[in-house]
């Protein structure tokens, strides 16, 4: 059975740090292009890092770049997003997701064109405010 447990949201204040984590049973995720993605309230969801499968490859929204990265721990079977100098526009539930379908498996670009992100986490709420 294919399930994903999201952790490590909360509240901080801005300049903070958080650390998610998506734990995946039911699917390999070095198998997969993997990413983070998150909607603020009244917004569209936009895509916010990705790791490739076969070169593990990242790349990052211009807004995140620098400030979050992603990773992944192929033992654990987790991936993760360390989110540092956390600002008020990063608020939002984020979803991690994993793509069943990738132009290529050397990389992976955000937004993600035609790849295509099958399986999503519940969504953790990250709230970033004084």
């Known amino acids: 059975q294919l399930q994903f447990v999201e952790s490590g949201g909360g509240l901080v204040q801005p300049g903070g740090s958080l650390r998610l984590s998506c734990a995946a049973s039911?699917?390999?995720?070095?198998?997969?292009?993997i990413g983070w993605f998150r909607q603020a309230p009244g917004k569209e969801r936009e895509g916010v890092s990705c790791?490739?499968?076969?070169?593990?490859?990242?790349d990052y929204a211009g807004s995140v770049k620098g400030r979050f990265t992603i990773s992944r721990d192929d033992v654990k079977n987790t991936m993760y997003l360390q989110m540092n100098n956390l600002q008020p526009e990063d608020t939002a539930v984020y979803y991690c997701?994993?793509?069943?379908?990738?132009?290529?498996?050397?990389?992976?670009?955000?937004?993600?064109?035609?790849?295509?992100?099958?399986?999503w986490g519940q969504g953790i709420q990250v709230t970033v405010s004084t």
């Open positions: 039911g699917l390999t995720l070095s198998y997969y292009t």
């Open positions: 997701a994993v793509a069943d379908f990738t132009p290529t498996p050397y990389i992976c670009s955000v937004p993600p064109g035609n790849a295509r992100y099958r399986y």
């Open positions: 790791i490739s499968s076969s070169t593990s490859r990242t």
